[in-house]
């Protein structure tokens, strides 16, 4: 995906037909290593091919696919009818102080975005 999004990065900079060296050195900007193998497939697979032709020929072909939004089932209201709604119960115990660490943030979550 990361060579995929630096080849749409030079089309869009006016490059019409990345090389692999175009590529490599975007990625290398943002200290980012390259995978040759992948590379090279991808430019293999696009050369000759204009990019925004293969994106109206994707865009075509998504718009056929079902994408569920004819609606659902309608949502609970809850009770038709009586009496108010019981109180929350709290939990009984060390009120979460059970030694675990629940403010740990998952912000970074082990990943980076080009990975």
Partial sequence: ??????????????????????????LDSVGIEADDDRLDKLISELKGKN?????????????????????????????????????EVEPKGDNGKNGDDTDVSDEDMGFGLFD
């Fill in 51 to 87: 990019i925004s032709e293969l994106i109206a020929e994707g865009s075509s072909k998504l718009a056929s696919v079902p994408s569920g939004g004819s609606g659902g089932g309608a949502a609970s209201g809850g009770a038709a009818a009586g009496g108010a709604a019981p109180a």
């Fill in 1 to 26: 995906m990361k060579h995929l999004a630096a080849y749409l990065l030079l089309g869009l900079g006016g490059n019409t037909s990345p090389s692999a060296s175009d590529v490599k050195d975007v």
